[in-house]
């Protein structure tokens, strides 16, 4: 199943889903044809069956139902690295570092305890130093708090 995509996956559950090629490509705003391609075309990467006709609908079998499982997992999934990127990006989640110099020891721990309950997937760390500790002088560390 290497090369497999999300969208013969996703074709596939549409059919089993609906029991129908036709209702299936309306899910998917697509042509009846090309569920028919999608589902062909991965029934030939798996060497088996995926759906069978039983009546008027169409049903999984039951390699067709572990993949129509499958892909409820690789949803979820998706749909978890979504909202992870998401906390990211609005910095909601990831890792901060503090440089606090002496000075700022005072006020400092209310200000990063203020920071780390407005967001607590953030890890952070701090460390504190003088202005004359060489890292400070140096630069590799931002030495500033808004």
Request: one cysteine or more; hydrophobic letters at 45%.
């Amino acid at each position: 199943m290497r090369h497999v995509t999300l969208k013969q996956l996703r074709c596939l559950s549409a059919v089993i889903a609906t029991g129908s090629v036709t209702r299936a490509a309306a899910v998917m705003n697509v042509t009846p044809p090309a569920i028919t391609a999608q589902i062909k075309s991965l029934e030939d990467q798996v060497g088996m069956a995926l759906v069978e006709r039983v009546a008027e609908r169409f049903e999984a079998t039951p390699a067709g139902a572990e993949i129509a499982g499958t892909l409820t997992k690789i949803e979820t999934l998706l749909s978890e690295c979504g909202d992870a990127l998401a906390e990211l990006r609005d910095a909601g989640a990831g890792k901060v570092s503090f440089g606090v110099i002496s000075t700022a020891r005072y006020f400092a721990p209310y200000a990063i305890a203020a920071f780390q309950k407005e967001r607590p997937r953030v890890a952070s760390a701090s460390r504190s130093a003088t202005a004359n500790t060489p890292s400070v002088r140096s630069g590799p560390t931002r030495w500033t708090l808004p």
